[in-house]
């Protein structure tokens, strides 16, 4: 007798029937309703969304079973661990798992962040992969120190010794360090001398991303929804007084209308030097002043730099030393703000610490869907239900934020 999930594979199954297996409601056993919901995730174009938005509120006990299994199929196994998909609690057991093939832990290697790298090198088989430690070593979020561990481990004393500050080991130098292991470590070379703590720490970022500046170039500022987005259309009224007005129409006289407006505008403008300033003062820095201002600068210049349309200097904004959790609450609800800035939040723990963030995370609806379908669990009753009915957000959020609702209720009445 042939198996569900191969008639699900062969297409034999009436439609509602298909619907039903993509909402995991098939009477079979929990390994092969995941099996069913990966396959339609993966290849199915009318029930794919449907089945992963299942997979994503389903049974964290059932998948840990599932992922931790020899005998688990693949595909199943290659969709846990892929970055998109990927859940804390089942990491460490994917990466322990022998028939989880190497190719996909090199690139889980390649493209982990900071929660990712630490549970990776905490595995005792990730340690044994050499071709997953040559991609960590690449990873520009791996930590010096966890570099040179890296390299300890392995062998290569030198590089140990190097960022430690001290003579190499003798017996190691005839083993060269890669290049993606050396580049982590700060070189005065590469860089102005510079001193005290939040200048080390803009060393560090600058050599830590230095093929991304390079990459760069000469790139302008460029705020991301535009200028007037970016400092609000109340920083750009039309005219305050009588003489401004009188100004405005005897220059479009002149001029026509359209030239009326720039003297207007610049009038505003001149009115608050503080605003012009410090936004004359971005625009006149290329990416590594951006850099250096987005790590040491104030609250004001933050809020501005958070939107730079270079991911590089955004990306500092999140590194900053003085960076207040009130200023993070506000970059995760902001929809003017790069994927990359939303995607990097939620791998910093100390933010996902704050309730609000999190809240605003999943609410925003520029934020990726796999952040948000990941976060949702964390919600109290309350906001699922407001989240159900947000029709800024994606129908898959919603649907899900009204399950996970309905079952948090039931739960609550059983108590």
Not at 116 to 125: F, G, K, V
Not at 141 to 150: D, G, H, R, S
């Amino acid at each position: 007798m042939s198996r569900v999930i191969d008639q699900v594979r062969a297409s034999k199954l009436p439609s509602n029937m298909m619907q039903f297996a993509a909402r995991g409601a098939m009477q079979v056993p929990a390994a092969e309703n995941i099996e069913i919901l990966v396959y339609l995730a993966r290849h199915n174009k009318v029930f794919g969304e449907l089945a992963r938005m299942t997979l994503a509120g389903w049974d964290e006990k059932a998948c840990l079973a599932s992922v931790s299994d020899s005998q688990t199929p693949r595909e199943v196994l290659e969709y846990f661990i892929s970055p998109d998909n990927i859940r804390p609690k089942l990491l460490p057991a994917l990466l322990e798992n022998p028939s989880v093939p190497e190719i996909e832990v090199v690139k889980l290697a390649r493209a982990a962040m900071r929660e990712t790298i630490e549970a990776m090198l905490n595995s005792p088989r990730v340690r044994s992969l050499s071709k997953a430690l040559d991609a960590l070593r690449s990873n520009p979020y791996l930590k010096k120190e966890e570099a040179a561990e890296i390299d300890k481990a392995g062998g290569t004393e030198k590089v140990a010794a190097s960022q430690s500050g001290s003579e190499a080991d003798p017996t190691s130098s005839e083993q060269p360090a890669t290049a993606a292991s050396t580049s982590l470590v700060p070189d005065s070379s590469q860089a102005e001398p510079t001193s005290g703590e939040h200048d080390e720490e803009v060393v560090v970022y600058l050599q830590e991303h230095a093929d991304e500046i390079a990459a760069e170039g000469e790139k302008p500022f460029q705020a991301i929804g535009g200028i007037v987005e970016l400092l609000g259309a109340d920083y750009f009224p039309v005219t305050h007084t009588a003489e401004a007005q009188e100004a405005a129409s005897a220059t479009a006289t002149a001029a026509g209308s359209q030239a009326a407006a720039k003297p207007a505008v610049a009038k505003q403008i001149a009115g608050d030097p503080k605003r012009q300033n410090t936004l004359q003062k971005i625009n006149s820095l290329d990416v590594k002043g951006r850099i250096q201002l987005a790590l040491k600068g104030n609250k004001e210049e933050r809020s501005i730099l958070i939107r730079d349309g270079t991911k590089v200097v955004a990306l500092a904004v999140l590194e900053a030393p003085k960076l207040a959790d009130g200023e993070v609450e506000k970059f995760a609800s902001q929809k003017n703000v790069l994927e990359a800035v939303l995607r990097q939040i939620p791998l910093k723990r100390r933010f996902m610490k704050n309730y609000i963030v999190v809240r605003n995370l999943v609410a925003n609806p520029r934020a990726p869907l796999d952040i948000g379908l990941g976060l949702m669990k964390n919600l109290m009753i309350a906001d699922l239900k407001n989240l159900s009915a947000n029709k800024e957000v994606s129908e898959t959020i919603r649907k899900l934020a009204l399950k996970m609702y309905k079952q948090k209720l039931e739960t609550a009445n059983k108590k």
